[in-house]
């Protein structure tokens, strides 16, 4: 019985050992190759655009793009630590912020689309045809009239799309923090389950299109705003600086910013969700900066291949 | 229920097809688990001897403290594990974040506990008799520990399957620590809240459906070996 016992503990060992061989050869693999760490917001990266940006990019420079995607609070917070070698995300403040602080080298608007406001179609607030602030407001009263008819999701989860919400609040005239009631309900979720949870309790919510589209046939929720300026929705790229963190992979973050903003960059954008939705889910933003606010640098131009080793210095 | 019924034949299919984004995931998540898994053992197995084994004031404490870890979430052992490893951290120089090696890591935490805990439970599963026939019969105070060992075998494999168990269904360390990264880091858990957040349901619940199978899997082999399995 010994015996026995022996010899499957001396199998296990060496399962074992082979199985962490394994696991150290891959983080090895990965090692090899130049490696891109990108942290994203999840609506750029749950429409699938990137995954399509990155298999182009990884063929013609040949390095590994590893993208995380997470809410825009935490993929900038990546980039602070130094954990990520570039940020896409959509949260103008914040972003200009990175830059002062000297974490962000630079910021480059990319793309744009548009949030939108959705709600049941019968809409019981009554906001349809109203500017995107003053539809705030009106859910806010209608809400705490009757609670049980009109709600609020809000996504509660310091994301970018969260960031708008409470600079729509802001332009109504309400103060965030105020917002209480059974009305407003703080989900803290990402956007896919926020427009579940909507759908399940037929509140309002803030949403980004792309997000919407991917959801739309699961949800009898509908879009009610559209298209307002107030819900202008910017996506930008900004490299980690390395004069904070040497280490971080600064020449193929420029590189792959200056793809983003090539004609073919741009051009794949403008066209993404032409095959699969039927209609194009984000708009460039070469050519719109003006419209978008991104002036002079932060314009979709491409960046100059010293601007690291400058930085650095 | 339609939906349900839907998403569950479509995931079957997908399984059946052998999809290999499905394989990929799966065998990612099994060889990371394991190697997790691996190296608790070597830590849990003896550090659950020693204590059993050994008196020493607060050895009670030490117990407790270790049972009481049993139940920390995952994602507090990831958000720990991720201050340790993020380049602004203590470790940060090592390059483990978001890499499959720093995943092993932080599931190696996480189920270190558990396992040590259980294995201290397995080898007091083991009565005095034993130990004291053994001596009896002539042993030393090492091939009595040896004795209680071999005899506590079983209940130390169940040990261990649960260790895998948890960090295969685990998802707080695998998406702070790997990032969920495709075809580098992600694994099962992190997939299934992916495709979910992304709206499809189908392939979530073909992965879902997986893990609930390797769940079965090492449930079966835990009453196995729990049963009668070197007799």
Redesign the interface.
């Known amino acids: 019985?010994?015996g026995?016992?022996l010899q499957i503990s001396a199998m296990a060992l060496i399962?074992?050992?082979l199985?962490?061989a394994?696991?150290?050869q891959?983080?090895a693999g990965?090692?090899q190759k130049d490696r891109l760490?990108i942290s994203t917001t999840?609506s750029l990266y749950?429409t699938g655009l990137l995954?399509e940006v990155e298999k182009i990019f990884e063929n013609i420079y040949n390095v590994?793009v590893?993208?995380?995607?997470a809410g825009t609070g935490i993929a900038i917070q990546y980039g602070v630590?130094?954990?990520v070698d570039l940020i896409l995300v959509h949260d103008v403040v914040r972003e200009r912020n990175l830059i002062e602080e000297g974490h962000g080298l630079s910021r480059s608007c990319f793309a744009y689309n548009y949030f939108i406001i959705v709600g049941p179609e019968d809409d019981p607030a009554g906001i349809k045809g109203m500017g995107a602030a003053e539809a705030m407001k009106t859910i806010m009263e209608q809400g705490i009239e009757s609670p049980g008819l009109v709600r609020f999701v809000s996504r509660g989860d310091d994301s970018g799309t969260h960031a708008r919400e409470k600079l729509l609040w802001k332009a109504a005239g309400l103060d965030y923090e105020e917002l209480r009631g059974r009305w407003y309900v703080d989900a803290g979720k990402?956007?896919?389950?926020t427009l579940v949870m909507a759908n399940e309790v037929a509140g309002y919510t803030l949403c980004d299109t792309s997000t919407f589209e991917?959801?739309r046939?699961?949800l009898a929720l509908v879009p009610l705003i559209e298209e307002d300026e107030a819900l202008l929705n910017v996506y930008a790229a900004i490299p980690v600086s390395p004069s904070v963190?040497p280490?971080v992979n600064c020449a193929m973050a420029v590189k792959f910013v200056n793809f983003l903003v090539s004609e073919e960059g741009q051009g794949l954008i403008a066209e993404y969700g032409t095959d699969t939705i039927g209609k194009p889910l984000f708009k460039a933003a070469r050519g719109d900066c003006d419209l978008i606010g991104c002036f002079g640098d932060e314009c979709a131009m491409p960046l100059a291949e010293d601007s690291c080793s400058l930085a650095a210095a | 229920m339609d939906e349900i019924g839907a998403g569950f034949v479509r995931a079957m299919e997908l399984i059946l097809t052998l999809d290999p984004a499905i394989v990929e995931i799966t065998v990612r998540s099994l060889i990371i688990a394991v190697a997790s898994t691996a190296i608790a053992t070597t830590i849990a197995v003896p550090a659950g001897g020693l204590l059993h084994f050994h008196n020493f004031w607060g050895k009670r404490a030490i117990i407790n403290l270790i049972q009481t870890l049993y139940s920390l979430p995952t994602v507090t052992v990831g958000l720990l594990v991720f201050l340790l490893l993020s380049r602004s951290g203590p470790l940060g120089g090592l390059g483990l974040l978001f890499t499959p090696g720093g995943m092993v890591v932080g599931q190696t935490i996480l189920i270190v506990p558990i396992m040590t805990g259980l294995t201290i439970a397995a080898l007091s599963g083991i009565t005095d008799q034993v130990r004291d026939s053994a001596i009896s019969l002539g042993a030393s105070k090492r091939q009595a520990i040896f004795t209680i060992m071999v005899e506590a075998r079983a209940a130390m494999m169940a040990a261990v399957l649960l260790g895998f168990g948890r960090a295969l269904s685990e998802v707080g360390v695998a998406m702070m620590i790997g990032g969920n990264i495709q075809g580098y880091t992600r694994v099962l858990t992190t997939a299934i809240a992916l495709e979910t957040s992304r709206g499809d349901i189908e392939f979530s619940m073909a992965l879902g459906i997986i893990l609930v199978s390797i769940s079965l899997i090492v449930n079966l082999l835990v009453n196995r070996v729990q049963g009668r399995w070197w007799t």
């Open positions: 019985m010994k026995k016992v399962l074992a050992l199985c962490t394994a696991a150290a891959s983080v990965g090692g760490r999840t749950d995954e590994d590893h993208i995380i995607s630590r130094g954990d990402g956007m896919g389950p991917a959801f046939g699961d963190h280490a």
